[in-house]
């Protein structure tokens, strides 16, 4: 039942030897493909396109002859021989797919690397276009860092002026308060009049408005000059 000829003048056993040897030889060409990827030189294999062509064409013939062996198988008389065969062809159409399926997941990876490798080189072409913007990015971020420290230093420059400042008013207001009691401690002494010692109490209320206006005064100078100097 085997000697069952094709339209192609084959009988089904000699169909199925050359699929055989076509899986044989496009499995051999799955493994030097997937060698040459793994190797140091893959970038540089020129008989690598060639190759996937082959390999394409036998897998294309095998599955060809599937169709063929399928037609056949199924007009033998003997359901044995018909059961025999239709394994046998089945296991071919089989392998013949996972050759196909690792060829296309060969070729997307390959198409990976290509495309991969033609972003790199855009990459390194911006780059080397772009490097002197770059530079001059670099150069305005360390001016207005430096600008930045400057403006730092000068409000901690105000703050220790404006901290002096008010150490002084606060000296003066002691010396102001002792030299009172020593006045009032003369004058209840000396018994002046209570007129004198309003007039002199009148005259520290005002010496103290004064005070105050002042520091007030003083710290509103200094907030401006903060805000100026931002």
Known sequence: MAAIEGGGGGTLSEIYQSSRKLLLRARDGIERLERLEISASNARGLDSPELSFAVKKDISQIQSLCAEMDRLWRSIAARSQRDLWRRKVEQVAEEADSLKDSLDKYSMRNQKRMIEAKERAELLGRANG?????????????????????????????????TAIL?????????????????????????????????????????????????ILTVVILYFFVRWTR
């Open 167 to 215: 150490s002084k008013y606060a000296e003066q207001r002691d010396r102001l308060k002792r030299a009172q009691r020593k006045a009032l401690d003369v004058l209840n002494t000396v018994g002046l009049s209570n007129s004198v010692l309003r007039l002199i109490e009148r005259r520290n209320r005002v010496d103290k408005w004064i005070k105050y206006m002042g520091m």
């Open 130 to 162: 772009e490097s002197a913007h770059v530079l001059r990015i670099f150069d305005e971020e360390a001016q207005a860092m430096q600008s930045v420290r400057n403006s730092s230093r000068m409000l901690e420059e105000s703050f220790a002026t404006g």
